[in-house]
């Protein structure tokens, strides 16, 4: 149902008119803008029952935005937050209900099938040679922080002898911002890929795996990763820490703290054996607690 610009007022009624038409029995809503409309709706279309699940945003949010949530969210019969640090913070911070909000993981299909068997053989389909390969991925946008990652990127290059390369897959407005910086950085030692559909491959091809973001829900790159047997270095914010097993599948770092993050990917680089083990720990994390039929079964019991 396309949805005007602004507050769309009358969004909610012809909404709850197709919920009536197609005899829909459960509304679930993703995110506050579809909490607005769908909760909305659902009233009016017999006080349907509501799910709404949040992935991530800045809170504590303005006052008058907190008042419109903690209204809406009287009319969900259950919110799920896709991390335990995002379900505490919408009962601390927005006021909503502690006994009717709970985290719910996300989890992902398998993509091991959707990569090759090997890291050679990632490296031959792509074309890379035997540098070491430091992977990103992401939106080119300022919450990611790769202009940070560029940084410490810069430090770890000028005290290794050893050639790496950092490459970083996705799209966005702070395209320019990052090849300005790659100015400064040796020809060829950073690859900005663009948009992606192989991340597997990707991942597979990769010998570590980067999150420098500075603000996370609960991030399925991250679950990729993990999936794929790759060491994983992060952030410790938001969610990430709720993937990672800080010293088990990967290594987390202080918030912001560019020289801790720039000697912690050197230090990996440096030692497969402790990648290896890291990785292949995070494929067991990630089959424990991350797949996609995991995820599934949690939200049929909610």
């Not at 709404?52 to 800045?58: C, G, M, N, S």
Request: aromatic fraction near 4%; proline fraction near 7%.
């Amino acid at each position: 149902l396309p949805r005007p610009p602004g507050v769309a007022a009358g969004h909610a009624k012809r909404l709850a008119e197709l919920l009536v038409e197609d005899e829909i029995s459960l509304v679930h809503c993703h995110n506050v803008t579809a909490m607005f409309h769908g909760s909305r709706a659902a009233w009016r279309a017999g006080r349907l029952p509501v799910l709404f699940t949040e992935h991530d945003r800045e809170m504590p949010a303005p006052w008058r935005h907190r008042l419109l949530h903690r209204w809406l969210a009287r009319r969900v019969d259950h919110t799920a937050a896709v991390s335990a640090g995002l379900a505490r913070d919408l009962v601390q911070l927005e006021g909503f209900s502690a006994q009717r909000t709970s985290p719910l993981l996300n989890g992902i299909p398998d993509p091991v099938p959707l990569a090759p068997e090997s890291r050679d053989g990632a490296r031959r389909a792509l074309g890379w040679d035997d540098r070491p390969v430091v992977l990103a991925v992401g939106s080119l946008t300022p919450v990611k922080n790769h202009t940070g990652l560029l940084r410490a990127w810069e430090l770890l290059l000028s005290e290794r002898a050893e050639p790496a390369r950092l490459v970083l897959a996705g799209e966005g407005p702070e395209r320019r911002r990052l090849e300005q910086q790659l100015a400064h950085l040796p020809p060829g030692s950073v690859e900005l890929l663009g948009n992606r559909g192989d991340v597997p491959t990707l991942l597979a091809a990769a010998d570590l795996f980067v999150l420098p973001s500075h603000r996370e829900g609960l991030p399925l790159c991250l679950v990729e990763a993990h999936a794929m047997s790759r060491a994983s270095v992060a952030f410790d914010t938001g969610g990430n820490g709720e993937v990672i097993d800080d010293g088990k599948t990967g290594l987390l770092v202080p918030l912001g703290d560019i020289d801790t993050l720039a000697a912690t990917l050197g230090e990996l680089l440096d030692d497969p054996a402790r990648r290896a083990q890291l990785g292949e720990q995070a494929r067991a994390r990630f089959l424990q607690h991350f797949t996609h039929e995991r995820m599934v079964v949690d939200y049929i019991d909610v």
